[in-house]
């Protein structure tokens, strides 16, 4: 090699570890926990070549462009919801007598009352979910918002597709939005087809205007949004693809989770939709604001949305919340097991309390790095009484939660990092018996159909395996 390429290479490759050094400084002082702040320094320090590209894109740690542009509509927004306040009478917020206390934080962490008046039914697996999703779009008679993380162009995206340009053009206004990184293959050429019948579209981390930029694609909308005048709301795991329906082989059968409400609750759903509306179009679409009382069943409904712009970390607050408040049971469903401490230590200290702590993930896997990481955590589960199950028939998507006879949650948000302080998430918590019976008897037939891991069965792996599981947790608070 030439003398003075030799030296060009040399310095550059200098260069190159200089700036992961700085770069490692600075995740130091800005990382969100000490285990993200290691992971980020070593690998900066050791592999720049890799690492700081990725840091680049994925480092920051409040979606600071969504807070930018937040601030700018913060005149629309307010006005928003103000007018849902108005609208949200003393009848309509349902009564905090139980349990008072605990319930008014996660009240404080949505920014949104219980309310009551909401009838609602738990949609089981992908036929009923978007049976009920076709019925709903059908019923329109003013508006449809409409938001998912993943969109593709397949039989039940083509159903879903003409069903919308049908309302169209009936006249009913229709606004859709996708996440640009969830839905990387659905073509522009679908897209385009609803904005010729007149409909609004646009993918959730577009360089649309001023605030936006490639280098905060690691926040990704992960919500799944359907409403229905103001009226009806849909929320839950799944994503508009076959797989849903379990017609994929490798995942087949799926299991997931959606929940379909009618009620005052559906306004504070649609409020969630358009703040990520209002960020990404610098526009509202026309609403209804009339809450719609379902007085036979009269449901008590929390919508908790939460994400990278929260002042607080809502998710993971919630589910720490949702963990200490349990006194005999606390069952969590979730694809992806990767919590942060605070999590892992709420649920030792539910054990402790005597509580039935039950987590149940699936044992096929959809994404390996997440299961290899998940497995670090059983050394600080099991041992101390937390139980951990694998569900058997497929693929296990759903997201819930159950706390003693109290309390259920539905919706969109993982047991994992990303969850917590990376994705724009929604929960549907209910408060009101009959939801709760509903949700315990489906947990109930999914842990049947589970096994329970020990720690024997992993530390009887491979010695690759375990460490391939100790390198992943090293990386478990970047996924």
């Not at 949004?225 to 009806?232: F, L, N, Q, R, S």
């Not at 997440?370 to 759903?398: C, D, K, M």
């Not at 489906?442 to 599981?469: K, T």
Request: glycine share 6%.
């Amino acid at each position: 090699m030439h003398p003075s390429l030799f030296a060009v290479i040399s310095l550059a490759v200098g260069l190159l570890y200089l700036l992961g050094i700085f770069a490692a400084i600075d995740a130091i002082y800005r990382a969100r926990s000490p285990q993200s702040a290691i992971a980020w320094s070593l690998s900066l320090c050791m592999f720049p070549f890799i690492a700081l590209p990725l840091y680049l894109f994925f480092s920051n740690r409040k979606f600071t462009a969504y807070l930018q542009s937040r601030r700018v509509g913060d005149a629309e927004i307010h006005k928003l919801v103000d007018q849902l306040g108005r609208e949200l009478t003393p009848t309509v917020k349902a009564p905090l007598e139980k349990d008072a206390h605990e319930l008014a934080v996660f009240e404080r962490l949505a920014r949104f009352p219980f309310m009551r008046y909401n009838a609602a039914r738990l949609l089981i697996d992908g036929e009923a979910t978007f049976d009920a999703i076709l019925r709903g779009i059908d019923s329109a008679q003013e508006y449809i918002l409409m938001q998912f993380y993943i969109v593709k162009d397949d039989t039940i995206g083509g159903e879903i597709k003409e069903a919308l340009i049908k309302k169209a053009r009936e006249g009913v206004r229709i606004s859709f939005m996708i996440d640009i990184i969830g839905s990387y293959s659905l073509p522009q050429s679908w897209l385009q087809e609803l904005e010729d019948a007149g409909i609004q579209t646009t993918g959730f981390g577009k360089i649309t205007h001023k605030h936006t930029t490639r280098l905060q694609l690691n926040f990704r909308n992960h919500r799944k949004i359907i409403v229905i005048d103001g009226k009806t709301a849909f929320v839950g795991g799944l994503n508009i693809g076959d797989e849903y329906l379990s017609r994929d082989p490798q995942f087949s059968p799926w299991r997931d989770t959606h929940v379909e409400i009618h009620g005052p609750t559906a306004l504070c759903v649609q409020l969630t939709f358009l703040e990520d509306w209002f960020w990404m179009m610098q526009s509202m679409p026309e609403v209804n604001w009339h809450p719609a009382l379902n007085a036979e069943q009269d449901q008590q409904i929390l919508a908790v949305p939460s994400g990278p712009a929260d002042e607080l970390d809502t998710c993971g607050l919630m589910f720490t919340q949702l963990i200490h408040a349990a006194h005999k049971r606390v069952w969590i469903v979730s694809p992806y097991f990767v919590p942060d401490e605070t999590v892992i230590s709420a649920l030792q200290l539910a054990v402790l309390r005597g509580v039935d702590v039950r987590i149940l993930i699936p044992q096929k896997a959809d994404h390996r790095l997440v299961q290899l990481a998940g497995f670090s955590y059983l050394e600080e589960t099991i041992p101390f009484g937390i139980r951990i199950f694998r569900y058997i028939p497929g693929f296990l998507h759903q997201k819930a939660i159950l706390v003693d006879d109290s309390l259920a949650g539905i919706g969109t948000a993982n047991l994992d990092n990303r969850s917590f302080v990376l994705n724009f998430e929604i929960t549907l918590l209910f408060a009101s018996r009959t939801m709760i019976d509903d949700v315990s008897t489906m947990l109930q037939r999914d842990f049947d159909n589970a096994r329970e891991l020990s720690l024997e069965e992993f530390n009887q792996r491979p010695l690759w395996f375990r460490f391939a599981v100790k390198v992943s947790r090293l990386l478990s608070p970047l996924l």
